[in-house]
């Protein structure tokens, strides 16, 4: 650990009525952040690594099941058969047009629909 750098005199003026200077709070404050870093590498270092490179747990996006992209189908031809465009994620887009057929079409629709706004 390194040593922390006072100036001379410091703890020589502190009594034990005096409260420590400001520079004696700071130093404490820098082991005590200096501490807490070293615990949380340590910590880090006796965990897990996914295989993507996710800590703890895995935050990579996944992909759209069958059943996801069918319910996003679904609701968007409700949607525009009540007359509202949908605006669906750019992923939700990409899967659709992968499918083709009607999926694909009702896709190349809001695409054009949505003046190739997506998200
Ligand atoms: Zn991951």
């Given at each position: 650990m390194a040593q922390i750098r006072r100036s001379p005199g410091v703890e020589s003026r502190a009594?034990?009525?005096?409260?420590?200077?400001?520079?004696?709070?700071?130093?404490?404050?820098?082991?005590?952040?200096?501490?807490?870093?070293?615990?949380?590498r340590r910590i880090m270092l006796r965990t897990v690594t996914e295989p993507c490179g996710?800590?703890?747990?895995?935050?990579?996006?996944k992909p759209l099941t069958v059943n996801q992209i069918d319910a996003w189908f679904k609701a968007a031809a409700y949607l525009l058969d009540q007359g509202v465009v949908p605006q669906l994620p750019v992923e939700v887009l990409r899967a659709l047009w992968l499918r083709g057929g009607s999926d694909r079409e009702l896709a190349g629709e809001l695409y054009a629909a949505t003046w190739a706004v997506v998200t």
């Open positions: 009594t034990s009525n005096t409260p420590p200077s400001v520079q004696a709070q700071y130093s404490a404050g820098n082991d005590t952040a200096r501490a807490a870093l070293l615990r949380m996710c800590r703890w747990a895995c935050r990579c996006p």
